[in-house]
Antibody, heavy 118, light 107 residues
Framework: QVQLQESGPGLVKPSETLSLTCTVS?????????WGWIRQPPGKRLEWIGS???????DYNASLRSRVTISVDTAKNQFSLKATSVTAADTAVYYC???????????WGQGTLVTVSS | DIQMTQSPSSLSASVGDRVTITCQAS??????LNWYQQKPGKAPKLLIY???NLETGVPSRFSGSGSGTDFTLTISSLQPEDIATYHC?????????FGQGTRLEIK
């Protein structure tokens, strides 16, 4: 059974770069599927950030595209999220997930809270 | 972006009640609609995909219906373990978007 675990700093200063890694176990990223990042700001709805196919093809939410990069490291069975120039609006619980196509978010990590504050 | 609107935003019901949550899309999304269950402090869990297909392991008291712009999630007989927030999600076009969530409580 696939398991996903987010890791990275829980506190990031405004204007700096947010970096998170998702470690996948129980399944090889190279075997297929899309791998995505979704966030949930406090008291707000879920927001899809973007996804990467195991081959490296990416899709991003246009609202975040200019600041976000998702990459995959198949050797480490990990994929990562970087978001530049963060503000308080980027404070959220960040989830990594496995997706069937870009459609169904079928497996989720437990989530990690990232706070943007000086 | 396609806007997803759920109603009600919160709901209180008794064990055994039939519960209905609705989700409306700002444009026609055919049958490209999923439902997720999120228990407090946990990640969402895929409950129903493509309007009416139960994910493996989901109890049969959950069902979904609808097409186009109007969709419904129904719990036929509410159980205590169903306490959660329920989210709809469209995947007709990118970006994938979610409803604001419906918080379900037990009376």
């Amino acid at each position: 059974q696939v398991q996903l675990q987010e890791s990275g700093p829980g506190l990031v200063k405004p204007s700096e770069t947010l970096s998170l890694t998702c470690t996948v176990s129980g399944f090889s990223i190279s075997s297929g599927y899309y791998w995505g990042w979704i966030r949930q700001p406090p008291g707000k709805r879920l927001e899809w950030i973007g996804s990467i196919y195991y081959s490296g093809t990416t899709d991003y939410n246009a609202s975040l595209r200019s600041r976000v990069t998702i990459s995959v490291d198949t050797a480490k069975n990990q994929f990562s999220l970087k978001a530049t120039s963060v503000t308080a609006a980027d404070t959220a619980v960040y989830y990594c997930a496995r997706q069937r196509g870009l459609n169904n978010i079928e497996s989720w990590g437990q989530g990690t809270l990232v706070t943007v504050s000086s | 972006d396609i806007q997803m609107t759920q109603s009600p935003s919160s709901l209180s019901a008794s064990v055994g009640d039939r519960v209905t949550i609705t989700c409306q899309a700002s444009q026609d999304i055919a049958y490209y609609l999923n439902w997720y269950q999120q228990k407090p402090g946990k990640a969402p869990k895929l409950l129903i995909y493509a309007v009416s297909n139960l994910e493996t392991g989901v109890p049969s008291r959950f069902s979904g219906s609808g097409s186009g712009t109007d969709f419904t999630l129904t719990i036929s007989s509410l159980q205590p373990e169903d306490i959660a927030t329920y989210h709809c999600q469209q995947y007709d076009s990118l970006p994938i978007t979610f409803g604001q969530g419906t918080r379900l409580e037990i009376k």
